[in-house]
């Protein structure tokens, strides 16, 4: 049964979704100071905003459950492997999960990478001026994608577009009936290019997700295929994209720090892990608990719904001295960006490697003096999910 109302004692608080899109981070300070875990009538669900809280939910996977009754990625995709727990969880993840891992990441995907990103700036570099999110990371990323899923026949495009409106409707707290008919029609696209793909698959295995799924050790069915597909499709457009976005923006902004991550090609790396804890591409997780559970105070009776605002524990300032700056100096301490326990992202590696290895050292090294555009209408957006709506730029073209 899910709770539809506050836990007794816990502290209601109005929270306006419109500003919680334009920026969260000052109702998250206020919530972690004031109401760390509190019940919001406009998301219907407690949220959790203390790093610690969040970890703690994280490991307790037996009372913090994924399997949420009428969560909006349900609505969206169907069941899949992020709505479920294991061992349930364990089987489809085993079978998805191999190509993604960080030596397929090298030895399959990594050239192609390159090679797709030099394609997409080959397209760009006379210009002199671009939206690096629209003209380059975007259709970069949903081609990439499309390698690693085994998705053919889909263009960069198709993958972009169908992640847009997957991520919609996983989002879609106001419930706009326009989101869910994209979302609808993405979904019947993928569905039918998925069966397609594990067709050609069956006989010509590639070394994909979808590959890996037709020919895992136990069954899969297509459906969960297709489901889950559409799953990988959400984040794995919009994670790569938006962590590449928020890095470069804070590097172009910062440019003695630029210059420093110029010299030092190997703090590309340090420069993901800052970006992701800073401005998190994915804000929050619902879970809903399986039995009564104390946490932050407040006894959370089962069915209870919860957000694990992983935006906001990747800002507490009692793990992250000036939370709010970008800086990659600080001391190390594990951010929540990827959560964590079973549900750690299965795209991680690719998007650290497609991103700091071949993303950002290209578009600095190949875009000679490139900078921000003054006067641009680029801003941050979201909080469910979060990153730059533009990034406009310009250099020197040859």
């Known amino acids: 049964m899910t709770v539809l109302t506050a836990a007794p004692g816990a502290p209601v608080v109005d929270l306006d979704l419109a500003d919680l ?3 969260p981070y000052p109702a998250y300070a206020e919530l972690r100071r004031t109401a760390p ?3 919001v009538p406009s998301v219907g669900r407690h949220l959790l905003t203390r790093y610690e809280d969040i970890v703690h939910a994280e490991k307790l996977p037996e009372v913090f459950s994924s399997r949420e009754e009428g969560s909006l990625l349900l609505r969206t995709v169907g069941p899949n492997m992020l709505r479920e727990d294991d061992p349930e969880h364990r089987r489809l993840r085993a079978a998805a999960e191999p190509p993604t891992r960080p030596r397929q990441v090298r030895d399959l995907w990594a050239d192609a990478f390159e090679r797709t990103a030099h394609e997409q700036l080959d397209r760009i570099a006379g210009r002199g001026a671009a939206d690096l999110i629209a003209d380059f990371a975007e259709p970069l990323f949903a081609a990439n994608l499309a390698l690693v899923l085994g998705l053919r026949t889909a263009s960069a495009e198709d993958i972009a577009d169908w992640s847009r409106a997957m991520m919609a409707g996983n989002s879609n707290y106001a419930d706009d009936p326009g989101i869910w008919l994209r979302a609808d029609e993405a979904t019947r696209a993928i569905e039918d290019a998925v069966a397609r793909a594990a067709e050609a698959a069956r006989h010509e295995p590639d070394g994909s997700v979808i590959s890996s799924m037709v020919h895992a050790d136990g069954p899969v069915e297509l459906t969960e295929i297709q489901n889950n597909v559409k799953v990988i499709i959400g ?8 962590v590449f976005g928020v890095g470069a923006w ?3 902004d910062r440019p003695e720090m630029l210059d420093r991550v110029l ?6 790396k340090r420069v993901f892990e800052e970006t992701a804890r800073w401005v998190s591409p994915i804000g929050m997780y619902p879970r809903q608990l399986i039995q009564d559970h104390e946490i932050a105070g407040v006894t959370l009776p089962a069915g209870s719904r919860v957000a694990l605002v992983i935006a906001s524990g990747n800002r ?22 990827f959560g964590g326990g079973p549900h750690f992202c299965m795209g991680a590696w690719v998007a650290r490697h497609e991103v700091s290895a071949i993303a950002w050292p290209l578009i600095f090294s190949r875009l000679k003096g490139l900078r921000r555009t003054e006067g641009a209408d680029d801003r941050m957006d979201g909080w469910v999910f979060r990153g730059p709506t533009s990034l406009n730029v310009t250099w020197q073209a040859a």
């Open 21 to 23: 899109r334009r920026d």
């Open 37 to 39: 875990l509190a019940w």
């Open 235 to 242: 984040g794995g457009v919009n994670e790569p994209r938006d």
């Open 250 to 252: 804070a590097l172009l």
């Open 263 to 268: 010299k030092d090609p190997a703090s590309w």
């Open 316 to 337: 507490d300032e009692s793990v992250f001295e000036r939370a709010e700056d970008f800086d990659l100096d600080r001391p190390h301490r594990p951010h929540l960006a």
